[in-house]
């Protein structure tokens, strides 16, 4: 099922704050203040005002608020020029915008094979300059 | 500020908290303090104490609640636990199940 | 007057620092260390493994090592490149692959 259809989205509004698990299968965007584990198998979003220390697992993180806390995704996580995070990224794509602020691991579950066929470890043949 | 929407698919177990207004259609156990109006939707259940300004249910609530203001509880609400308000409106085909205290 | 800039193309096997007080373009393979006082760009085609140090540094081919840039490390969409970074300032472009730690000052609001 790639087909992605954002019907629903919960917005946790700037002054409003939760501190537990939510857990859920819609879009979620928190612009105020959350604490726990976010799960939902569809797109989060930490607003800009939003700040946030929980463990994160959701279809694609976007964040542009502060977010303290390590993210599992299959699919893109974008950190942009108003995020701050501290934490590890699981994800197969990620963004980092200029002006955005991290510290942590990050793993792309892509294929760790590199994307150019070449490889230090695999000398080309003698000579060659595969120039593109 | 606008109303923060808990969408229907969402399960909520904690402590939630705020100045603006909430409307519930999902889950949500714990506890919840708004200093605002809370609707609890149809379809949605409340497992919490509740302490609002004004609750208005449609839904299902177990806990106790406390309103600075009105709670309406609506047709075909379940309400089990105990009532602090100020007024009430009951329609017809409310459950309530606890008592209700109306302090003026 | 600006410095120069080198260029490293082919295959070039470093044992020991390769230090550059200038800017430094690799277009070719590199092993070893390389200490760049200016910028380092590694071109689409560059293959580096080596730890890296430069002032700011630009990647858009593969790049495995302990690397920091002081002023910045942008990783474009074709590179694929293996940490750790330590710098103050990183863009990671859409389709780049980046593996490893990322450390970096972060001013996080009160209350996180």
């Known amino acids: ?132 | 500020m606008p109303v923060t929407t808990i969408g229907k698919s969402l399960i909520l177990d904690g402590e939630l908290q705020g100045t603006s207004g909430l409307s519930i259609q999902g889950i949500v156990k714990g506890k919840i303090e708004i200093d605002n109006t809370i609707t609890v939707e149809k379809g949605a259940v409340i497992k919490a104490d509740i302490k609002a300004k004004d609750v208005q249910i449609l839904g299902e609530v177990k806990g106790n609640i406390s309103a600075s203001g009105n709670v309406h509880y609506m047709e075909d609400c379940t309400v089990v636990g105990n009532t602090t308000t100020a007024r009430i409106l009951i329609a017809d085909g409310a459950s309530i199940k606890g008592s209700v205290h109306i302090n003026i | 007057m600006t410095d120069p800039i080198s260029n490293i193309e082919g295959d070039i096997h470093v044992n020991g620092t390769l230090s550059c007080d200038g800017d430094l373009i690799i277009d070719g393979q590199l092993k070893g260390q390389l200490s760049v006082k200016g910028n380092l760009t590694i071109t689409k085609i560059g293959n580096v493994a080596a730890d890296t140090e430069a002032a700011k540094l630009t990647i858009a081919g593969n790049l495995n090592g302990k690397i920091k840039a002081d002023k910045g490390v942008l990783i474009k969409s074709s590179a694929s490149v293996v940490g750790p970074v330590e710098t103050n300032s990183i863009v990671i472009e859409d389709g780049a692959d980046y593996s490893g730690a990322i450390n970096m000052n972060v001013e996080l609001p009160k209350g996180l």
């Open chain 1, 1 to 132: 099922m790639s087909k992605k259809v954002q019907e629903n989205i919960t917005i946790f509004h700037e002054d409003i704050s939760f501190m537990g698990k939510v857990a859920g299968d819609e879009a979620i965007a928190v612009a105020g203040h959350m604490e726990g584990t976010i799960q939902t198998s569809q797109d989060l979003s930490i607003e800009k005002t939003g700040t946030v220390k929980a463990d994160i697992k959701a279809a694609s993180v976007t964040v542009s608020g502060a977010l303290v806390g390590n993210v599992d995704s299959k699919g893109v996580v974008s950190i942009t020029k108003t995020g701050r995070m501290v934490g590890d990224i699981k994800a197969s794509r990620i963004i980092i915008q200029f002006g955005a602020q991290f510290k942590g691991s990050v793993i792309t579950k892509e294929s760790s094979a590199g994307k150019n066929s070449q490889q230090i470890s695999r000398k080309p043949a003698s000579g060659s300059k595969t120039k593109r």
